[in-house]
């Protein structure tokens, strides 16, 4: 099975006290959502990409029009609000939804997130990282839940049916706890993008 992909690029990224938005604050001198499309276009269980952005993330719309890929600007409400708009604007049946914040994600793990929700038997699929995993890296954790007996923090990816999604409300979901590192790197501080461009580098040295 594949699915399309939906990029969430409207955020404007205000605690990175920059004035560029969100998405195309550069790592290693390469716009996050670069690395997200990277990814993206790697997977072999993604088969079209799709990219949300609100009239915060003009200059990113205008970036990735050179991936030639569909576009769609939301109202700008809230993340889930605007994933169940962009929804039913491309008429998405099920999809991958990612933040564009995530630079070390890979085609590998989107594989892997996408085979879960193949075997899940559910409508939707959140996927999380442990608490102790975002700690260790050194990143912020804004929400967490509980998960059996650990806390787990969402990693802005899932996948959804949208053919069965109702209101602004999922429908029953799988929550696939992922331990791996390149899912807890988001970036919205200084000191997360210092952490993300050392991890990149490191990766570098390690394939050279």
């Given at each position: 099975m594949t699915v399309a992909a939906l990029v969430m690029a409207g955020g404007k990224g205000t605690r990175m006290n920059s004035h560029e938005e969100k998405p195309l604050i550069k790592i290693c001198d390469k716009p996050v959502i670069e690395y997200v499309f990277d990814a993206?276009?790697?997977?072999?269980?993604?088969?079209s990409i799709y990219v949300a952005v609100t009239e915060r993330t003009p200059k990113?719309?205008?970036?990735?029009?050179?991936?030639?890929?569909?576009?769609?600007?939301?109202?700008g409400k809230d993340y889930v609000s605007d994933m169940g708009y962009a929804t039913q604007?491309?008429?998405l049946g099920k999809f991958l939804a990612i933040a564009a914040d995530l630079p070390l994600i890979t085609g590998e793990i989107i594989d892997i997130i996408v085979e879960r929700y193949e075997n899940c038997g559910k409508p939707a699929l959140t996927v999380a990282v442990p608490i102790e995993t975002k700690i260790r890296m050194g990143m912020s954790v804004e929400y967490s839940f509980k998960m059996k007996r650990s806390d787990v923090v969402p990693t802005g990816i899932n996948v959804i049916d949208g053919n069965k999604r109702y209101g602004d409300e999922w429908l029953d979901q799988d929550i696939f706890v992922l331990d791996q590192p390149e899912l807890a790197?988001?970036?919205?501080?200084?000191?997360?993008?210092?952490?993300?461009?050392?991890?990149?580098?490191?990766?570098k040295q390690k394939i050279s």
């Open positions: 993206l276009k790697n997977a072999k269980k993604i088969d990113t719309a205008k970036h990735i029009e050179k991936f030639q890929t569909k576009i769609v600007t939301t109202p604007m491309l008429k790197i988001n970036v919205n501080t200084g000191q997360e993008l210092q952490i993300a461009e050392t991890l990149l580098i490191n990766n």
